[in-house]
């Protein structure tokens, strides 16, 4: 696999970082020069993202550099928009921020931001676990419910996922479940 370099909004969200301050100045420098890179354009996608997340560690008087997200929130945040329901709701939440990419948002909008993404249901169901719950796995699932017991674990099981019913399962969902009624 080729090694990318890293994207435009990490380049820029570094030069923002690295015209914040001296120290964050310094922190780059170090770092590309423990890397043998020249440029930030010489850094791979993954050191660049390493060297936001130590120029971030940068605390600088006036600025609220700690509450830029994670290097988890925004991986996170990747995958959720693979799909394009979700990548919409993301692009939209940004465009209504003002934000340039995921890496401009703050600690706070990123939670929010996960949070409306796991909350919107996804267009492609193969981006949330793989294909849908088969009919058998639904009658399986049904069989397995024969006691109050059960019913209340398959109940606790939709709602933590946020679904109404079985037929609204993956099939790697399907088969956790059956696993939990079965230790039940």
Known sequence: MANTGPTKNQANFIEKLRNSSPEREESLLHYLADHDKETVNDLSLQEASEAIDAMKKIKVEGDNSLSYLTGKQLSFLQSLTLDSARKG????????????????????????????????????????????????????????????????????????????????????????????????
């Open 89 to 184: 709701k993301a692009e939209t939440f940004m465009k209504d921020r003002g934000k340039g990419g995921l890496n401009f948002l703050s600690l706070s909008e990123a939670s929010e931001l996960i949070e409306l993404l796991k909350n919107t249901k996804p267009s492609d169901p193969s981006v949330s676990g793989g294909k849908m719950v088969s009919e058998k796995q639904v009658k399986f699932l049904n069989s397995l419910q024969d006691s109050n017991e059960k019913r209340d674990i398959g109940k606790k099981y939709l709602s933590g996922l946020k679904k109404k019913s079985l037929n609204e399962l993956t099939s790697r969902e399907a088969s956790a479940l059956i696993d939990l009624l079965r230790q039940g």
